[in-house]
T-cell receptor, first 114, second 115 residues
Framework: AQSVTQLDSQVPVFEEAPVELRCNYS??????LFWYVQYPNQGLQLLLK??????LVKGINGFEAEFNKSQTSFHLRKPSVHISDTAEYFC????????????FGQGTELSVKP | GAGVSQSPRYKVAKRGQDVALRCDPI?????LFWYQQALGQGPEFLTY????????KSGLPSDRFFAERPEGSVSTLKIQRTQQEDSAVYLC?????????????FGNGTRLTVT
């Protein structure tokens, strides 16, 4: 079975500072990896995905993530955050043949302060 | 509209009542998914449709939960004899593809509160 662990439930950071949101996964087979963002009272929006190829993937809003197979990690980074980045961030995995059946982590609340 | 639409936005039910939650996917999207998101948790998979066929219902927590998509478009998630533990946000998502990876488009969800 697959599982996802987001190591930080809350991450407070000042505006324009860099941020890293950590995600580790467990799976005995290869998986796809995703980061989603959820703004208050809204649905989930895809930030970026790793399907294959380059281990460094770039997404929307200046976010990027690096797939590390040996450490089974997929950490999300942004070099300079904005107030508008305040939201809940979810890491997720899926099996190759079950692209829409996502297994989510518990989420990390990013709070950007002025 | 261009996105996935869910109704109602909020639903309050008394314990034991039946509820029906509606999802209008993006037109032409083959796949439709339902997820349950409890407070402070990540979404959990409930069920998956490809057109009108329910291909996976392994996430439905009990036989009180039932989902349908009779014409391969609109879907309804029905919960019978609601319990307090059913209180959650129910998210619907659709995607264009029927296999492999196709980006999921999520609706804003229905927040169900069982009193």
């Amino acid at each position: 079975a697959q599982s996802v662990t987001q190591l930080d439930s809350q991450v407070p950071v000042f505006e324009e500072a860099p941020v890293e949101l950590r995600c580790n996964y467990s799976s005995s087979v290869s998986v796809y990896l995703f980061w989603y963002v959820q703004y208050p009272n809204q649905g989930l929006q895809l930030l970026l995905k790793y399907l294959s190829g380059s281990t460094l993937v770039k997404g929307i809003n200046g976010f990027e993530a690096e797939f590390n197979k040996s450490q089974t990690s997929f950490h999300l980074r942004k070099p300079s955050v904005h107030i508008s980045d305040t939201a809940e961030y979810f890491c997720a995995v899926s099996l190759y043949n079950q692209g829409g059946k996502l297994i989510f982590g518990q989420g990390t609340e990013l709070s950007v302060k002025p | 509209g261009a996105g996935v639409s869910q109704s109602p936005r909020y639903k309050v039910a008394k314990r034991g009542q039946d509820v029906a939650l509606r999802c209008d996917p993006i037109s032409g999207h083959v796949s439709l998914f339902w997820y349950q998101q409890a407070l402070g948790q990540g979404p959990e998979f409930l069920t998956y449709f490809q057109n009108e066929a329910q291909l996976d219902k392994s996430g439905l927590p009990s036989d009180r939960f039932f989902a349908e998509r009779p014409e391969g478009s609109v879907s309804t998630l029905k919960i019978q004899r609601t319990q307090q533990e059913d209180s959650a946000v129910y998210l619907c998502a659709s995607s264009l593809g029927g296999a492999g990876f196709s980006p999921l488009h999520f609706g804003n969800g229905t927040r169900l509160t069982v009193t």
